[in-house]
């Protein structure tokens, strides 16, 4: 069964560096989505992307973060200079198409440490 | 926008007991209802949906009834597993367009003891 794919499964960082988190969607899918969910709270949306540009952000989407499809087959989520915040499992997802019970699928997970 | 409220776990149960996690709603008009699980190291994964008010989704034994009148999604079953054991999340679209933008309750953790 087609799966969405994330690496790494854990990184730790140093408070301002550089994070880049990868994912490879299901191969058919359009969509694409981040999401986080920091420890013992909700998981929330950062981000979609459709047709090489981003379609929906939230507020927690600043300017720190970053998406891009660099090669038709990974989707990154970069974070500039890292925060203890940002401390949370990040979650990617895709789906074939949206509208009335579009199904997200989600991958495993990166969970992110910042010391 | 649309809002979620999930019952708070943990919910510990034996296994082959009855199982309800509680999971009501606030939306502008009748958006698709989700149930997500997370089991232990794993991504989430759909667990059913319902796309209508009086759908019923179901999936590995799991149902759950868009009921618009009480504005519930309750999940339920008969008779819970071990293999059960996973953390739940009820989940809807943030919005009446339907876009991947999904709003999550705060999850219920399920422990199924032999």
């Known amino acids: 069964e087609p799966e969405v794919t994330q690496t790494p499964s854990h990184q730790v960082t140093q408070m301002g560096q550089e994070v880049i988190l990868r994912c490879v969607p299901i191969?058919?899918?359009?969509?694409f989505y981040w999401y986080r969910q920091i420890l013992g709270q909700k998981v929330e949306f950062l981000v979609s992307?459709?047709?090489?540009?981003?379609?929906?952000k939230s507020e927690i989407f600043d300017d720190q973060f970053s998406v891009e499809r660099p090669d038709g087959s990974n989707f990154t989520l970069k974070i500039r200079s890292t925060k203890l915040e940002d401390s949370a499992m990040y979650f990617c997802?895709?789906?074939?198409?949206?509208?009335?019970?579009?199904?997200?699928?989600f991958g495993e997970g990166s969970r992110l440490t910042v010391l | 926008g649309n809002s979620v409220t999930q019952m708070e776990g943990p919910v510990t149960l034996s296994e082959e007991a009855f199982l309800t996690i509680n999971c009501t709603y606030t939306a502008t008009g009748y958006p698709s209802l989700f149930w997500y699980v997370q089991y232990p190291g794993e991504g989430l994964q759909l667990l059913l949906k319902?796309?209508?008010?009086?759908d019923k989704g179901s999936n590995k034994g799991f149902e759950a009834t868009y009921r618009k009148e009480t504005t519930s999604f309750h999940l339920e079953k008969g008779s819970v597993q071990v293999s059960d054991s996973a953390v739940y999340f009820c989940a809807l679209p943030h919005g009446s367009g339907n876009t991947g933008k999904l709003i999550f309750g705060q999850g219920t953790t399920l422990q199924v003891k032999p």
């Open positions: 997802a895709s789906s074939a198409r949206q509208g009335r019970g579009g199904e997200l699928f």
């Open positions: 319902a796309t209508k008010a009086d």
């Open positions: 992307f459709y047709n090489n540009e981003i379609s929906e």
């Open positions: 191969s058919n899918h359009l969509y």
